[in-house]
């Protein structure tokens, strides 16, 4: 009876930890992550631009007048891959402002911010608009080139954001519990890791059974996101030609260490103005842990380097390719720059300190060579303080898109984790609620059988 009873528990502990994981994930990752950079009070409450009943939202400041020189016409068709673990949180928030205030048509998917990934697009999966046409993309989706082009004008501007591959390794080890799937217990799992990554290649290689990808998350997960499939990493050839195309596909890849030179210069690629590409100086994701600052031995760095090969040759190109465009703008992109840089300070000082002082306080940033003079108030700064899935709440009310829950999809953390217990793996959220119902059943069932059984009297003489 006793172990019966455990037995029933530890099921049910099961199931609990099923949702509870489930809910403390989805509160981690989707839910209201917006209230947790609470260090400003402005970000701990509902953002004023929500309510109805206010002015509408968002409206352009009116400029006193239009100074330059070089830009007929802002290119206003874009493709943003958002890369995960890239601090693309920050950067998603100008696309998405830049979508609403220029009343661009985006391609969201029906549910969260997840148009594909790592599954396959799918006609089921997006919000579909009359005549089917698009502006703008900016959920996460693994970049598909064929089927893109399929959706998209072709004049449509790629970009997108990628990262230094060491600091990527360790935000992903923390973020996917990755320490847990290569059944690395040590405090510094980037070390152990580094020392041997190919003892952990059978482990460090999730299989997706529900849609038959293979993901690695220790690996080249950039080049992953870009399209660039895992069974390729040890095939450079293949490798190079791909990232090639890359470079000859997008207009941009901003560079997280580089981001403030990267907006300068998309600015410019794009025609677009400075006050659509300042962001917010408080950085929206970020974790603390012990191993965030190690710095690897020259030999685990020659480790990584390898193991990584497609990732440094994706980070070197495109960080070539950066440079070289900054080369080719002249010596006026580092005033740009610098202006840009003061831009921004203002900026932040006055929404994240003196806008409390004086709430009808706005500041104006004056006309320059590179942009006309705009005024930033209360509304600017929300926009640009105001967290992705609340941004994309925004949008789904404009166009009057309704949220459809039954097409959520079960978020990549969540699957891993799933992987790392031994549990399939799911594409929509009522699918795994339905697995984990249908086990619940199953436990139910047993319980019954081992009762009736157990009721029979014994054999004698045993
Ligand atoms: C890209 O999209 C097409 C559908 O248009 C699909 O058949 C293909 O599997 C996709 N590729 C990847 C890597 O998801
Ligand atoms: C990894 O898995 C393959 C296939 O299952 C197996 O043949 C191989 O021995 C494993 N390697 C290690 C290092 O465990
Ligand atoms: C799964 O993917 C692998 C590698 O891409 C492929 O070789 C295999 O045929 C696929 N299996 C199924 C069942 O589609
Ligand atoms: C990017 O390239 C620049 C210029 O060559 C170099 O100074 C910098 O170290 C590179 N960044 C990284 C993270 O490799
Ligand atoms: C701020 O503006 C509101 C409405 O425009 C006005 O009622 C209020 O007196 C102003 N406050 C200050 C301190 O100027
Ligand atoms: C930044 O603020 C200072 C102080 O108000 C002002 O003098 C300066 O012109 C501002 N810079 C820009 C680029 O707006």
Not at 202 to 210: M, V
Not at 272 to 298: A, C, F, H, L
Not at 317 to 331: C, D, E, V, Y
Not at 347 to 362: F, V
Request: with cysteine; proline share 5%.
């Amino acid at each position: 009876m006793a172990t019966d009873l455990l037995r029933t528990k530890g099921y049910t502990a099961v199931i609990l930890s099923f949702f509870v994981g489930y809910a403390v994930v989805y509160n981690y990752t989707e839910g209201n992550t917006f209230y947790k950079i609470s260090h400003f009070s402005t970000t701990t409450r509902k953002p004023e631009f929500l309510n109805e009943d206010r002015a509408p939202a968002f409206k352009r400041p009116v400029f006193n007048r239009w100074d330059e020189n070089t830009c007929s016409k802002p290119r206003q068709q874009f493709v943003f891959i958002k890369t995960h673990k890239t601090g693309s949180m920050t950067s998603v928030n100008i696309f998405q402002r830049y979508a609403i205030y220029h009343n661009l048509t985006p391609l969201i998917a029906r549910a969260t911010s997840y148009v594909s990934w790592p599954f396959p697009p799918a006609e089921t999966d997006y919000v579909h608009t009359k005549g089917e046409r698009y502006d703008a993309l900016f959920g996460h989706m693994r970049y598909n080139k064929t089927w893109l082009r399929s959706k998209f004008p072709a004049n449509t501007a790629y970009i997108s954001l990628i990262r230094e591959p060491l600091s990527h390794l360790k935000s992903c080890m923390k973020f996917y519990s990755l320490p847990n799937l290569l059944k690395i217990t040590s405090i510094n799992p980037v070390k152990t890791f580094l020392q041997h990554p190919w003892q952990y290649k059978n482990l460090s290689e999730a299989y997706f059974s529900f849609c038959n990808v293979t993901w690695d998350g220790t690996r080249n997960h950039l080049a992953f996101d870009l399209g660039y499939p895992t069974e390729g990493a040890d095939d450079l050839e293949a490798a190079e030609s791909y990232i090639k195309e890359l470079e000859y596909d997008f207009t941009m890849v901003l560079l997280l260490e580089h981001l403030d030179e990267s907006f300068v210069l998309l600015r410019r690629l794009m025609c677009w103005e400075i006050q659509d590409v300042v962001y917010d100086s408080v950085p929206k994701n970020v974790r603390t842990y012990g191993y965030k600052s190690y710095i690897p031995t020259p030999e685990e760095l020659a480790n990584l380097r390898k193991w990584k090969a497609v990732d440094y040759l994706l980070y070197d190109t495109f960080n070539r390719s950066l440079w070289r465009k900054i080369a080719a703008q002249g010596p006026d992109f580092y005033r740009e720059l610098q202006f840009y840089r003061e831009v921004k300070r203002n900026i932040s000082w006055y929404c994240h300190e003196e806008r409390k002082r004086k709430p009808n306080l706005t500041i104006t940033v004056e006309a320059s060579n590179w942009s006309p003079q705009f005024v930033v108030n209360g509304d600017y700064c929300t926009a640009i303080e105001t967290r992705e899935l609340t941004l994309m709440k925004k949008i789904r009310q404009k166009e009057s898109w309704e949220e459809d829950k039954r097409w959520a999809i079960v978020l990549p953390v969540q699957n891993v984790q799933a992987i790392i217990k031994g549990r399939p793996t799911f594409k929509y959220k009522i699918e795994e609620m339905n697995y984990a119902r249908e086990l619940l059943q199953k436990n139910k069932k047993q319980k019954k059988h081992v009762y009736k059984k157990r009721t029979h009297p014994r054999p004698r003489g045993l």
